[in-house]
């Protein structure tokens, strides 16, 4: 199934027909795929640590009756697992691993613990993967604007003979199906997510900021530095993606800007450092840092918030949407 798309006609919902499906947290990707999930017909049971937790009001509020996860996975044909990466080790074996039926199929949203293995699931259950490639709300909002966000799919261990037809009922009742799902390996889901958080998202991010700051330092206004720096890329990301690059680079955009594109646009890129990065994340040092990290109580990542929190940039955005407002 390796770089296989899926589309809605390949999927079969009826496969959870009188099954019943535990989402294992009801949070930023539980919370809105399971709203979908819902309205796709699937018998739905949510699993939460305590109610005491905010998730449990509003898994109450969403119409749910949540339950215990030890519960929910005891009575469940299908256990996704939505809960983020550091903790799911530690309440996997609490909770879910000796209460999995046999035959059962136990579902990932991401398989960094699987892969690093941080979780070892037992040998008589199906283990596969499904993610939706986007924000849980941009999940949940493109569901019922009748569209769906790509997924990527894979099956890790098939006891049954269905974990495929499970795993494409799962994408199809998020509505990734609608756009279509690419099967790939657990680690390529994994280390490309990892890849793609740390040289494209943290690359663009600093991308800005550098912008914003160069433009500051050498005099220009701070709002008008913060809309070049942000809110000019915002308009154009879309169109590339709905035209591709080069007919945005040749065609919709400035000569100006076309020449600006080709000539300096690589020069702000490191090769050397997306490559190094690549294979670090390919030897596991990102999850071990990243594991690390959390063992420490996130020390360096909530110095780096506060100090983001208070950075010039982030104080203009604030006043730009107070003065420009949202759009």
């Known amino acids: 199934m390796e770089n296989q798309i899926f589309l809605d006609k390949d999927a079969d919902l009826g496969v959870l027909e009188n099954k019943r499906v535990a989402i294992i947290g009801y949070g930023i990707q539980g919370r809105p795929q399971a709203l979908c999930m819902r309205d796709s017909g699937v018998d739905l049971l949510i699993g939460i640590g305590s109610p005491d937790r905010p998730s449990w009001a509003a898994a109450v509020e969403d119409g749910f009756e949540p339950v215990s996860i030890s519960e929910a996975t ?10 983020a990466d550091p903790p799911q080790p530690e309440i996997y074996y609490e909770s879910i691993h000796n209460n999995l039926k046999p035959n059962s199929t136990l579902a990932f949203c991401h398989g960094f613990n699987v892969l690093y293995g941080a979780i070892t699931p037992p040998d008589n259950v199906n283990v596969v993967l499904f993610v939706p490639n986007g924000p849980g709300h941009t999940v949940r909002q493109k569901y019922l604007d009748g569209s769906g966000i790509y997924g990527a799919i894979s099956v890790e261990q098939d006891v049954t003979g269905n974990a495929v037809d499970m795993v494409l009922a799962l994408a199809k009742s998020v509505g990734s199906l ?10 390529q889901e994994t280390e490309g997510d990892n890849f793609e958080e740390q040289v494209l998202y943290g690359g663009v991010i600093h991308l800005m900021k550098a912008t914003f700051d160069t433009m500051v330092a050498g005099g220009y206004p701070p ?7 942000i809110r000019s890329l915002r308009t154009v990301v879309d169109v590339m993606d709905d035209i591709g690059i080069e007919e945005y680079i040749s065609r919709r955009s400035s000569r100006t800007c076309e020449f600006a594109v080709r000539t300096s646009g690589p020069r702000v890129v490191n090769y050397e450092e997306v490559q190094n990065i690549f294979d670090e994340t390919e030897r596991g040092e990102f999850a071990a840092n990243w594991m690390h990290e959390w063992a420490l109580g996130m020390p360096r990542l909530h110095r780096m918030r506060r100090t983001g929190a208070d950075s010039q940039m982030e104080q203009t955005g604030r006043e730009w949407r107070d003065q420009f407002g949202e759009g």
């Open 223 to 229: 709002h008008f530095a913060y809309a070049k720096a």
């Open 74 to 83: 005891a009575q469940a044909d299908l256990t996704y697992i939505l809960l």
């Open 178 to 187: 609608r756009v279509g799902s690419v099967g790939v390996t657990f680690q």
